[in-house]
């Protein structure tokens, strides 16, 4: 977990649930999350529930949001991840999708329920997708 953010920092915590089953759901989060890291904006993606399926190796390649234009899902995660934008994994939802971290494919922290309980009241703000 990040350490806390001294009070001049603006913050953001994105709740990524949803994940290959709703392809079109998956790019706002990530370019949304970029564009803010961008503008000084401390960022972190929390991948949940079904979220977790984007991090599967291999998965955010076969992602395009307009076909054949060459612009993946992968892309995005790269975009973000030079941007500054850290990942998290929620355990809980690693275990219910039968992951491990030898599956994910993107460089995240592993943490459970009560840290994402504690990060909501530690950002400006949160957004859900």
């Known amino acids: 977990m990040p350490e806390e953010l001294n009070g001049d920092e603006k913050s953001i915590l994105i709740l990524q649930t949803?994940?290959?089953?709703?392809?079109?759901?998956?790019?706002?989060?990530?370019?949304?999350?970029?564009?803010?890291?961008?503008?000084?904006?401390?960022?972190?993606?929390?991948?949940?529930?079904?979220?977790?399926?984007?991090?599967?190796?291999?998965?955010?390649?076969?992602?395009?949001?307009?076909?054949?234009?060459?612009?993946?899902?992968?892309?995005?995660?790269?975009?973000?991840?030079?941007?500054?934008v850290r990942f998290t994994v929620c355990a809980q939802a690693l275990e219910a999708e039968d992951f491990s971290l030898d599956d994910i494919e993107e460089e995240c922290e592993v943490a459970g329920a009560a840290s994402i309980v504690d990060r909501m009241f530690q950002v400006d703000r949160v957004m859900y997708f």
């Open 18 to 84: 949803s994940g290959l089953r709703e392809p079109k759901r998956t790019y706002a989060p990530l370019y949304l999350a970029t564009s803010a890291a961008y503008m000084d904006i401390d960022v972190e993606i929390w991948f949940t529930m079904e979220g977790v399926t984007l991090l599967r190796a291999g998965a955010a390649q076969q992602v395009e949001l307009v076909p054949g234009s060459g612009i993946t899902l992968k892309t995005w995660f790269d975009r973000a991840r030079e941007a500054g």
